[in-house]
């Protein structure tokens, strides 16, 4: 609706392995709501994920929320329809926690 606040969603899925075991195995996920900063639109998530969201192409593999930069920037779209590895994703969060200290 006009004048509201754009937001996020974050649903969580309940599995055993998330909830520490089969006790609360009939827990309900979670579910996060993330609203846009408006006092500080360069620190706004939800501007950052309707961007990323505009570079991504159109068709890509399902669950793949990660993907893989293209190798040449040039167009509107900045990734391909690859997912990144896991691996690679773990590397590169080591790095950034890494040079955080």
Same mark, same amino acid.
């Given at each position: #609706? *006009?004048?509201? %606040? #754009? &937001?996020?969603?974050?649903?969580?899925?309940?599995?055993? %392995?998330?909830?520490?075991? @089969?006790?609360?195995?009939?827990?309900?996920?979670?579910?996060?709501?993330? /609203? =846009?900063? *408006?006092?500080? #639109? +360069?620190?706004? @998530?939800?501007?950052? &994920?309707?961007? /990323? +969201? @505009?570079?991504? #192409? %159109?068709?890509?593999?399902?669950?793949?929320?990660? @993907?893989?930069?293209?190798?040449? *920037?040039?167009?509107?779209?900045?990734?391909?329809?690859?997912?990144?590895?896991?691996?690679? *994703?773990?590397?590169?969060?080591?790095?950034?926690?890494?040079? =955080?200290?």
């Amino acid at each position: #609706p *006009l004048g509201e %606040t #754009p &937001y996020l969603v974050y649903e969580e899925d309940v599995s055993k %392995t998330n909830q520490s075991g @089969l006790f609360h195995r009939k827990c309900e996920g979670k579910e996060v709501m993330h /609203y =846009a900063n *408006l006092d500080n #639109p +360069q620190r706004c @998530l939800v501007r950052l &994920y309707k961007l /990323y +969201q @505009l570079k991504c #192409p %159109t068709k890509r593999p399902d669950g793949a929320f990660y @993907l893989k930069p293209v190798d040449k *920037l040039g167009g509107d779209v900045w990734y391909t329809r690859q997912a990144i590895g896991h691996n690679t *994703l773990l590397k590169t969060i080591n790095r950034m926690c890494t040079a =955080a200290g």
